[in-house]
């Protein structure tokens, strides 16, 4: 019941991802990335870009997820994903949690996420 909400494309849900490419990342790149790119006759979305100290390591917030977007839209500008982490859907944070590991929502976190959902 949440899940559809919650990854729906056309719902324009924030998620922030954690994206190291293979060079480094310059301004024209970041400019391009923010500005959405055209992707297979496809122009994404205008998304949010926060540079890292480590020069080929990004964070990019978007509001749609259309497959492999991420991989796709620095190919069309010529880099290549070497690792990429979704950190943050909405207001739900990642934090510490490994792969394969889960947590559960409750409490006012639980209260937020249904009212950001409209449920």
């Excluded at 394969?100 to 409750?106: A, D, E, M, S, V």
């Amino acid at each position: 019941r949440i899940t559809g909400p919650l990854l729906d494309p056309e719902a324009n849900h924030e998620k922030e991802y954690e994206v190291t490419v293979d060079k480094p990342v310059t301004g024209m790149f970041t400019k391009l990335m923010a500005l959405g790119v055209d992707i297979e006759g496809y122009r994404t979305k205008p998304a949010n870009v926060k540079t890292s100290r480590n020069d080929k390591r990004f964070n990019l917030t978007l509001t749609e997820g259309k497959k492999h977007q991420i991989r796709r839209m620095c190919a069309a500008l010529g880099y290549q994903v070497q690792s990429l982490k979704r950190v943050r859907i909405m207001s739900l944070e990642i934090g510490t949690l490994k792969p394969n590991q889960y947590r559960k929502i409750n409490g006012d976190e639980l209260k937020q996420l249904l009212k950001e959902l409209g449920l």
